[in-house]
């Protein structure tokens, strides 16, 4: 199956910094997501991108389509504590088919 | 509009088992995927079902099968349960066209004894 990689795999900052994690693939895509999962839950979709280029923002979270379509990045200013949890970047082909990184897992330290 | 939800959302079962999980997709929506996500596996793709059909499969024994219905809702059935089989099993709909955006329903964390 289709491989994203997302880095790091894991963060440990403190309160108010910032953030910034990223996905690649070795294919293109139309389509970049990106979740938060909190522990036992399921994922909650933060943002989506379905231009290259594109940035967009919710919040203190700003994500980025990569111009190559191969690449997104997700940054999150001054952290709070309630950022702890895991991130995923997602892609999806025109069949309707979801490839899923391994994720980031955020701890803020306050 | 309401979110996807799943039932039920613990189980515990033993060993030779089966069990059968539900989930109803947010109104509208025609696409139905189901994922078992484990700490060491992360997000394993089960299978995605569109319009009672399904479209996509993951790549898993035959003992996990779905179903889905006329109006959306899909269940899915593990057979034979190993002890393997423990994990968060989440459902995701979407529209179904195009890839676009998919939304998660909380997860049916399943223990097996």
């Known amino acids: 199956g289709q491989q994203l990689n997302q880095s790091p795999q894991s963060m440990f900052i403190q309160e108010g910094e910032d953030v910034s994690m990223n996905c690649t693939s070795s294919s293109i895509f139309n389509t970049w997501l990106w979740y938060k999962q909190d522990p036992g839950e399921g994922p909650v979709l933060l943002i989506a991108l379905y231009k290259a280029g594109e940035l967009t923002s919710n919040g203190r979270l700003t994500a980025q389509f990569g111009i190559t379509r191969k690449d997104s990045f997700l940054n999150i200013s001054a952290s709070i504590p309630s950022d702890v949890g895991i991130y995923f970047c997602a892609t999806a082909n025109t069949g309707n088919q979801f490839y899923f990184g391994t994720g980031t897992s955020l701890t803020v330290i306050p | 509009k309401a979110g996807v939800t799943q039932t039920p959302r613990y189980l515990i079962k033993t060993r030779g088992q089966q069990v059968t999980l539900s989930c109803s997709p947010i109104?509208?929506?025609?696409?139905v995927s189901w994922y078992q996500q484990t700490p060491g596996q992360g997000l394993q793709f089960l299978f995605e079902y569109f319009s009672e059909t399904q479209r996509n499969k993951g790549n898993f024994p035959g003992r996990f099968s779905g179903r889905q219905f006329s109006n959306s809702r899909s269940e899915m059935n593990v057979s034979t349960l190993e002890l393997g089989d423990s994990a968060l099993y989440l459902c995701?709909?979407?529209?179904?066209?195009?890839?676009?955006?998919?939304?998660f329903g909380p997860g049916t964390r399943l223990l097996v004894l």
């Open positions: 109104s509208g929506h025609r696409s």
């Open positions: 995701a709909s979407s529209l179904g066209q195009g890839g676009k955006t998919q939304y």
